[in-house]
Structure formats: structure tokens, C-alpha cells
DNA sequence: CTGAAAGCGCTTACAG
DNA sequence: CTGAAAGCGCTTACAG
């Protein structure tokens, strides 16, 4: 790579000091007073010589990088990717990049990923916290490095963050299906001891309660490193038998997918066989052939909600932020008991 | 932010020199012929004080930053973020942590983009490059700066790139289409002089010309800024008249989602009003009603190729390479023209 | 085997 | 209004 021109070069070709040159092209001529024929003179040589400042100087000089981390889940999943996409729009309008990484929800990589983004002294990170990973953020804090939680958030840690009021969805979505006429209602969620889990199998379970159909609660977890096979086996359980489920409540846009693939793998009929709600709107809910029922979070407003926070921690606030966000159901026929049973008693076809 | 533990704190806390706690930190305690002993009190101080070196002031004295700058046109895009992923994890094993950027295939914010990433010295690009932006391409092959284009390239320019076959990927749909029966075959194209969106739609007109099917070449342009209102419009022109198109392909997977919605909008039926063809696949294509046969790109591949002729470069390399690689086209129901008419001309069903 | 020192390219008090 | 100089935190010849 050839040398590049530096603010030296230029103050050397013009014969002024390097502190005249750097005054002048960060715009604070005024206030420092800079004559007016020099600074014409050194803008213009500037652009002849095509300077670009070395950022990576300031940055070492400054202490601050005008970067932010990012760290999800998995940047291929549309969830995250739209994420990515909002972090990124209001990062340049602010002058910032960002740098993304996925943890797969594994706390040790997210532990390198989180050192990685610090020693490369980014000034702030959103994070989507894997399971486990209390520590790493609780050592952010202690750090006063600037970050705040997406999606999910640890309870016993006084950070800030930006969740869904994913107790709510989980509830109206479920009191939706009892709406429609299902009763026996399955939910398929991770087996994640993370909040944002844990909140949407309590909405379910209180939702189910409050109807009366407590003893109908059942709910499948599923590993994240073996979804295809477990969300097989849940499938399975829940549709096969005397006691089968007449409707199902997926806890996250991936679960949804790999749901849906499943009923069609086992030719079960939606909303026939089995009623069906989604987490989070993805396309393919639009085009599986009995549209999908799905909970939408309000992405765009969580991300920029957190850009906020962030840069305002970043300028040094010290005030503690946490946002919780509703959800929208959209409702589609994915959810609607066919009107020949509605209302009645869900029994078993087999 | 509180001060960080620098190298010279170790160097003093020990009574030694920074030179000898960076050797020994970065493993070049047997090169640099350190006493053992001293060695391992400063990898046990540094442990204690949770030394992390500062990459900045490194990136800085090395001038290398080990990251890399990637510019895709939407990060959002399921085609684009899966080449994220790939593009990080490859980073990751190398050190690398890569920054992403999208143009919205508009060339001046490619530029704006290309400027910040370079002035943050990334160690090289991958790029999908906008249309028009040759010149900003070429400024970075001027400068030495390691680029490597996939998706796209630009033919004037001598770079390295690693694309499709596009050519033959939309050559061997077509034919694909005609062998099913199809005769009246049209495509959606944007309005681009990219070469990748010419040689697919070079790909489907010798494939229509080479089957003595040149009268019926007709492709329809949309505007990447317009793409809904232009899709409605050319399906409208394609499937309305007397002389209505019976197969349609389309040229980006974008424009596959939006054709699928404005075909289910006005109630075409796939395949018996209109055979498909995508390009990349999506979870939509599967769970369409007619599940949707499309041309694969080995992403996968394709990423890696770029990445490690990048690498090659940032290590040196003046070699040029340039990759292409093949489809594969995956046959499903959307292109299989219903056997009752099958290997018959297409007449106009109104 | 180890230390003193230069230097990467900036910004920013400080002095005049 | 302008310049000389320190310093951000590293790495790396150079000297001994």
C-alpha cells in the first residue's frame, strides 16, 4: 500500500504547523482563531493532495473511535439482519460504524466477540446477551463501557436494554388461540433460562390459566444446537396420539420455520390439524399456504431506541435506560378454528 | 471510561522495559531470546492486571488493522446477510473482524462508504459493487488497497472477482422453461448495466433464441428504487391481453419475493397461469403453494474464494484472480407446466 | 538477554 | 493568530 498523504505533509508543502492544518480541517478555525487566507489555502491544498485523516491516529489520540459493536445471535437470521440494518442507518447519520458478530447463543464466543470489539475500543455495544453471559456484561459495566441489551436483558444486572413486552405477546397470542376455540394449546420454545424464554412461556401459561385450561398447558423445549431434530420430536409429541394438541405458539422466528417445514414434513393441515402463531414476521408466514398468525416487534424502534441510549451513554450519561416495547398480532387464517368446530370443545380426530 | 492497563503499567509494576512485556506478550519471547524467568512474571502480571492490549495504538505502529470492509447493497437482504455470516466467520478464524456498510445499490453512498472504511484503515474490501462505480474502484486499485468484487465486477476493470455463471444460470433456466413446455417465457429484470443483470438477461435470450423462440424474448425492467409499483406494471403487461406470457423468471431473489406477492395479489395460479423460476433461494420459495424452483449460488463458496483471494492480496499477493462459479438450478413444482398441456404450444387462455 | 528511544498520524493544551 | 511539543499505546530496529 502506498503512503498515504498526513496532515504533516501538508503543513510541511505549505510551511505552517501541523496543529494549523488539523484546527482548520476540523472545522474549528474559528474558534481557534486560524486566519482566514491560511485556512483557505490549507482546505484547498488539502483537497488537491486528496487527504483523508487516518482515523485510526485520532482514534488512539482522541480515546474514542466513532464505532459501535454489535453482537447477535446470527446476522443470517432476518430478525437479526433487519436489526443490523436499522444499527446501521442510524450509526452513519451519527457518524458511526459498526462492527456486527454473531455468538450463536454461546456465551464463550460471545465472551472472545465482546474482548475482540473492546480491544478494538469501540466506544459502545448493543448486545443481544446469550445464555450465561452475566459476567461479561456485568464486567462491561464495571469497565463504564457503554452498552445496552437488545431482545433480552439479565434481571440481576442494572444495565440498560430495549426488550419486547414479551409477556404480553405471548398472552395475547394465547388468549387469541382460546378466542378462536382451541384449548388444547402447545407452545414450542427454547430451552433457554434467558428472560426473554422464560416470559414468553409464562404469558402462555398465565394466559392458559386464567381461561381455565391450566391443565392443558404443555410445553416443548427444544436445544438450539439441535433444533431440527427436537422440533421433530416436539412435533411428534404434540401431534401424535389420543390427547393431541389442536393449536400451536412457536417462541421465536426460527422455531416458526423449522415448525412449519415439520407440519409439512408430517402433512398435518394448518389451521385444520393444527393451529399455528408465529414470532416475529418473516416471509415465508406470508406465503405458507395458510398465512401465518404471527407476533411483530417493533424492530425499527427497538434499534433506534437503543442507538439513543447508547450514544447518549457514550456522551456520558450516567442515567440508567430500559424500554419495553409492545407487540402487534397480526392475525391470519393460520389461527382461525375452522368455523364447523369453533367454539366447541377441541376432541381427538385419531 | 476508566483507564485501562497499559503495557508500560506492567513494564513499570515489574521494573522492566515495555519492549520486553510486548515480546513476551506477542510470543516473541524465543526470538527475541527473553529470559524465561522474566517471561513468565510479566504473562503472570499481565494476567493479574487483566491486561488487553489497546488493537488501536497497535493498528496504528503495524499500520494493518486485521479488518476488513464489507459493502453489500442491503445488509437485510437474506442473499447479503448470509454472505455476512460467512464473511465473519471466515474473518474470525483469521483475526479479522469485519465492518459492513450498504449502498442500496446507490453509488455515491458506496463511495462515502468506501471513503470511511478506508480512512479506518481496514486491511482490504469485499464488495458488491453499485452501478457507476467504477471510478471509485479504481481509485482503490490505485491505491494499493486490497479489494476483491463478488456478486458483480466490472469488465474494464482489472480486478479481482469472484461472481456466478450468470450467463449460463439464466441460459440453463430458460431452457429449463422451454423443455417444461413453456414457449411464451418472459423476465424481470432491473434496470441496470451491471453485468451480472446482463448476462442473465443475455442467459435467457440466447436460451429463447437458441430454441428458435427469439420472437418471444421479452424482458420487462424495474427500477431497483421502484420495485413494487414496476413489478405490478410488468406483471400486468406479462399476464394481461391476448398475448400473455406463460413462464416468467426472475432475475434477484428480491424481485422473486415481489413477483410471488403481486402474482398471489392478482390471483394467478402457479404453474397453470404462470410458471416460475427465482433466483437464490429463500425459505418463501419452499413454502409457496407451488414451491418455487430456483437457481442456487454456492454462497458458501463464493465468500470463501473472495476472502481468501483478499487475504492473498493483504499479505501481498499482486496476483489477480478471478473466480466464477456455477449454479444449480432446483427443480420444483412452480416451473412444471401441468402435464395437460405439456409439450404443446401455449395459446392465450382468455 | 535487556533498555532507551523513535515513530505510527493525529489532537490539543500551552506559550507567545 | 501561529508554532513547538507532548502524548495517545503500541512495535521494533538499534545498541550494548
Redesign the interface.
Known sequence: ??K?VSLKDIATKLGVSTALVSYVLNGKEKEKRVGTEIAEKIRKTAKEMNY??????R??RK?S?N?IGLIVT???N?FF??M??IA??EA?KLGY??????SDEDCYKSSLEI???????VDGLIIVPAEGCTEQIETLIR???PVVLIDRYIPELATNYVVLDNYSAAFEATTHLIQQGYSKIGMIAYQSSLIHMKERVRGYKEAMEKNNLGKNIWVEKVQYKNTQIDMEKAIDNFCMGNNKASALLFATNMLS?RG??TI?KKNLKVPEDIGIIGFDG???F????SPVTYIKQPVDEMVKEAFNILIAQIKGSEKRVRITLNHKLIQRQSSMKPTSIANTTDSPVG
Chains 1, 2 share one sequence.
Open positions: 500500500m502506498e498515504r483523508m485523516p487516518n482515523q485510526i491516529a482514534s488512539l480515546g473511535t464505532t446470527d446476522i443470517a432476518p439482519s433487519s443490523a440494518r446501521e442507518d452513519a460504524t459498526v462492527m456486527f458478530c454473531s474482548d475482540t470489539l473492546v480491544n478494538r475500543r469497565k463504564k463501557i420455520i412449519l417445514y409439512n418473516i416471509e415465508a406470508d406465503f405458507f399456504y
